[in-house]
């Protein structure tokens, strides 16, 4: 035995744990061949090359977008952390498992739940609280819960358990809990490193289709991951256009998405939309601030989150864009936007800014809002409620054209900063579903002739109209319409044509391409952003804020035009113009007759007998500083320039 020297025995040793030999097998077979010192030498040189194998990671690397792909698939498939991160130890060099740490916390944190995850959640939620009966121990649960809509879940549960039961709640639901502007989120170099890994995939698969094109940029918004990518020399958009289909079929299995990419031109390169696997929620109450200083000339609706995770606002003093068309199949999020517009203009500015003209034939999307302080009317339910609607507004707006000549301005900005104290209110009309009004039987000829009166003027008067579809029909929403409405609403649609409509351009289908839930397109002449909408959040949230916005006061004195919506109930008629042309006729001549039997009188006299709508006229007049000739004058259209003074006028 003592042949063998200690280097030889070492690497014998060596041999038979690579072919596979256990500790106990090598130590059995040495104790039949080696004397007791050299058996003790192999037990130490097992010991060691045990230790060794233990400290020293394995030098294989992997693909991260592989590594991200796998942790993704563990986690949904019900693998534990622990479990994940035993395998990696065990399995991966130091720069992979890094990587695979980083990439587990970013999915456990963002994932997106399924309904079925949310459900089994809130059911072992509830057995919690009926054994604990505290919101306590649901904020407890909430500190040490990881995914973040899961957490904001637990909160508000918490919340609503506390005002409940009348106690004080210790902690505020985190108001920013979804964010995915956060540079945590988008700067960590696990995002960095999928993105760049998408980019050459596609690149790849894009050339394997002939197609040269390079790699520039990836950029991740909460429902889609935008890829940008510069075509060869001499390569068509037009070739790349129609992939998106054969994109699923090479693409959709590695990267996680079964409905085509949408593919659009910007300056310098062409982007393709990738759906993320991980899609997360824009809620209302993550982005949208109340607190901030009101600037009257600078009233916005909430858009949306675009691709950078920057959150969007829709001006509504734009002069480019006033008035604005949208639609969209079910599912699609029209109803969940009309609500969160409606629900933040009446939340966010007073009534004496911000008024609201509402219509919901199909009494689904709208009807809620009534009773709010902002409303001009009851929100309509049929076409004929809506037509009355649209005639008060024309004649709205006449009357602020009126004053716009008497003061010398010539927009409803002009006006307000004249009178900073003394504002005319904005008013936002919203249509929802004017498909039906406009291809009313009785209705639809007025309704439209009302509309394209507002199309017109209504805008620098300080009057928006927003209407919404879900049929975009182009033979019903005639295409004065359609072209009048400078601003578009996209939400995902069924047919490629309809996508044309509603953006104006036959060509463009790119609503088709859209993943319903909020996902939508905005078109202002200057560009197009595509967004995701804001979720308003369970009924009882909702709730919550209309309550707020139903106490909402008015802070300041406004301008009036003095117009009663109760004369437009109970009467149909079609403009305001034609009712003051009427009364002026026969006060005129009953002016002609008192002077024509008074004519050496330096007086003259005459009795009428005044409707609702001119009394409101007058009045309004008169509180906003009119002499008693400038009333006359301007009510029934006659003056006492020929040198006579006005004896009575009795009411």
Request: aromatic share 10%; glycine share 6%.
């Amino acid at each position: 035995m003592s042949d063998y020297n200690h280097q030889e025995i070492a690497n014998a040793v060596y041999s038979l744990k690579s072919q596979g030999l256990s500790n106990q097998e090598i130590i059995t077979e040495a104790e039949q061949i080696f004397d007791l010192s050299q058996q003790q030498y192999i037990i130490d040189v097992l010991e060691e090359s045990d230790f060794g194998s233990k400290i020293i990671r394995p030098t294989k690397s992997y693909d991260h977008n592989y590594l991200f792909e796998l942790i993704y698939q563990a986690v949904i498939s019900g693998t534990s952390a622990e479990e994940i991160i035993d395998v990696c130890w065990a399995e991966l060099n130091l720069e992979d498992l890094a990587f695979s740490k980083l990439a587990l916390e970013y999915i456990l944190t963002n994932r997106y739940i399924s309904k079925y995850e949310r459900d089994a959640f809130i059911v072992d939620l509830y057995q919690q609280y009926q054994k604990s009966k505290s919101y306590q121990s649901l904020i407890k649960t909430a500190e040490s819960t990881k995914n973040i809509y899961l957490k904001q879940l637990v909160y508000k549960t918490a919340e609503l358990v506390a005002k409940k039961t009348g106690e004080v709640p210790s902690l505020v639901v985190a108001q920013n809990a979804v964010n995915t502007n956060n540079p945590d989120y988008d700067n960590i170099a696990i995002a960095e490193n999928f993105n760049s890994q998408v980019g050459d995939n596609l690149v790849e698969t894009l050339n394997d289709f002939g197609i040269t094109c390079s790699y520039l940029d990836t950029k991740t918004g909460p429902t889609f991951k935008r890829i940008k990518i510069k075509l060869g020399k001499g390569v068509s958009f037009k070739k790349v256009q129609g992939l998106g289909s054969d994109l699923v079929q090479q693409l959709g299995e590695q990267l996680g998405f079964d409905n085509p990419p949408m593919i659009s031109v910007i300056p310098g390169a062409v982007v393709f939309d990738i759906p993320r696997c991980d899609r997360q929620i824009a809620n209302f109450a993550d982005y949208v601030d109340l607190t901030n200083e009101i600037d009257i000339n600078r009233i916005v609706i909430p858009g949306g989150v675009d691709v950078d995770g920057k959150y969007i606002e829709i001006s509504l003093c734009d002069s480019n864009v006033y008035h604005t068309l949208g639609g969209g199949m079910t599912g699609g999020g029209k109803s969940q936007f009309e609500k969160a517009m409606v629900l933040y203009l009446a939340l966010r500015y007073p009534p004496s800014l911000v008024k609201l003209a509402l219509s919901d034939v199909k009494l689904v999307s709208l009807t809620c809002f009534n009773g709010l302080p902002h409303l001009i009317a009851p929100v309509a339910e049929d076409a004929a409620n809506t037509l009355q609607i649209f005639n008060y507004l024309v004649a709205e707006q006449e009357l602020r054209y009126q004053e716009f000549k008497r003061v010398g301005v010539e927009n409803i900005k002009e006006y307000n900063q004249m009178f900073p104290n003394f504002p005319m209110p904005r008013i936002v009309s919203v249509t929802d579903e004017c498909f039906d009004l406009l291809s009313d039987s009785t209705y639809k000829d007025s309704i439209e002739t009302a509309l394209m009166k507002l199309l017109a003027k209504a805008g620098a008067a300080g009057i928006n109209i927003f209407l919404f579809t879900q049929r975009p029909d182009k033979d019903v929403i005639k295409p004065l319409i359609r072209s009048n409405c400078a601003g578009k609403i996209a939400f995902m649609v069924s047919r490629p044509e309809d996508s044309g409509i509603i953006l104006g351009n036959p060509d463009d289908n790119r609503a088709a391409s859209l993943l319903g839930g909020g996902d939508m397109l905005y078109k202002s002449p200057k560009s197009v952003m595509r967004l995701q909408g804001l979720y308003l959040g369970s009924k009882a949230n909702f709730q919550e804020y209309l309550n707020r916005a139903m106490d909402a006061d008015n802070y300041a004195d406004y301008w009036d035009s003095g117009l009663d919506f109760s004369s437009f109930a109970t009467e149909n008629q079609n403009v305001i113009s034609d009712r003051n042309r009427n009364l002026r006729t026969k006060l005129n001549q009953s002016v002609i007759n008192s002077l024509t039997a008074n004519n050496q009188s330096d007086e003259f006299s005459f009795h009428i007998i005044l409707d609702d709508l001119t009394k409101s006229q007058i009045t309004s007049l008169y509180r906003r500083g009119y002499e008693l000739h400038q009333i006359v004058q301007e009510v029934f259209n006659f003056s006492r320039a020929d040198g006579r003074k006005y004896k009575r006028i009795l009411v």
